[in-house]
């Protein structure tokens, strides 16, 4: 038996926040799992809080955020 590549996970936001991502959709044509995907895939990209496990191993960004500390 093959695992699947993909994993899902749930999360809990506010109504206002709901709302404007409803609106989004509606601009968007996306669906809900297809937006939470990107703006998840945007973030770990972007990386803005400088999570280590974001970095990929031995990658400049890392090396770079471990001389700052």
């Known amino acids: ?3 699947s590549p993909t994993k899902a996970f749930a999360t809990r936001i506010t109504a206002s926040e709901a709302a404007q991502i409803e609106d989004a959709l509606e601009d968007t044509n996306w669906t809900k799992s297809g937006f939470v995907r990107r703006t998840i895939r945007y973030y770990v990209k972007q990386n803005p809080d400088e999570i280590r496990a974001f970095y990929a191993e031995d990658s400049l960004e890392q090396f770079v955020t471990e001389l700052v500390e």
Do not use: S
Request: hydrophobic share 35%; proline share 0%.
């Open 1 to 3: 038996m093959e695992t």
